[in-house]
């Protein structure tokens, strides 16, 4: 079974700052792994994913994402966080083809303070 | 340019009425999706479908209805049967071959009154 848990339902940070957005997954099978981003209203947009090439992923809005295997994580990070980041970032975790087995995490929202 | 669309965008019925939630794509994308999405919880999918004329129950299928006439449109009906129908309902597609990423609708806000 697979799961996707991510840590911190609200995250805040100031204009400028560190985004750091935590989500730790379980999978009996090599993974593939994703980042969405939601802006209020809308749907899903895909950030960026892994399917086991490179661990360090870069997506798109200057977000990229580690996957560590030995920690079984897969945080996303941007290093300097805009007003526009603002929005709902849901981490999921996949099979190979079938959405049917895409599990999506609660979501964390990501506040930017001026 | 290709995507999904969703309609309407915002939805209020009354209790008891079943109503129904387009979606049509023009990604020629062989499968379809509905999650459900209220707050806090994530996207919970209700109804897949990998080729028409055939769609499997997600997770949360109880009190809603789907069907697969064309490759393009994957309606869905929220029925009086649902007990708690006001959500945030998104639709999305996945080409074949691909490696499991989603597109997906813009959303549609179903409130019941």
């Known amino acids: 079974a697979q799961s996707v848990t991510q840590l911190g339902s609200h995250v805040s940070v100031s204009e400028g700052a560190l985004v750091l957005l935590r989500c730790n997954y379980s999978?009996?099978?090599?993974?593939?792994l994703f980042w969405y981003v939601q802006y209020p209203n809308q749907g899903l947009q895909l950030l960026l994913k892994y399917t086991s090439a490179a661990t360090l992923v870069k997506g798109i809005n200057g977000f990229e994402a580690e996957f560590k295997k030995s920690e079984t994580s897969f945080h996303l990070t941007k290093p300097s966080a805009h007003m526009s980041d603002a929005a709902e970032y849901f981490c999921a975790v996949g099979g190979y083809s079938s959405a049917s087995k895409i599990i999506f995490g609660s979501g964390t929202r990501l506040s930017i303070r001026p | 340019d290709g995507g999904i669309t969703q309609s309407p965008k915002y939805l209020f019925r009354k209790e008891g009425q079943n109503v129904t939630l387009s979606c049509e794509q023009n990604?020629?994308?062989?499968?379809m999706y509905w999650y459900r999405q209220d707050p806090g919880q994530g996207l919970r999918l209700i109804y897949y479908s990998q080729i028409v004329n055939d769609f499997q129950k997600g997770d949360i299928a109880e009190g809603y209805s789907v069907s697969r006439e064309k490759k393009e449109s994957f309606p869905l009906t929220v029925t009086s049967a649902q007990k708690n129908p006001t959500a945030f309902y998104l639709c999305a597609s996945m080409g074949t071959g691909g490696t499991g990423e989603l597109f997906f609708g813009e959303g549609s806000r179903l409130t019941v009154l």
């Open positions: 990604l020629n994308h062989d499968a």
């Open positions: 999978s009996s099978v090599p993974p593939y």
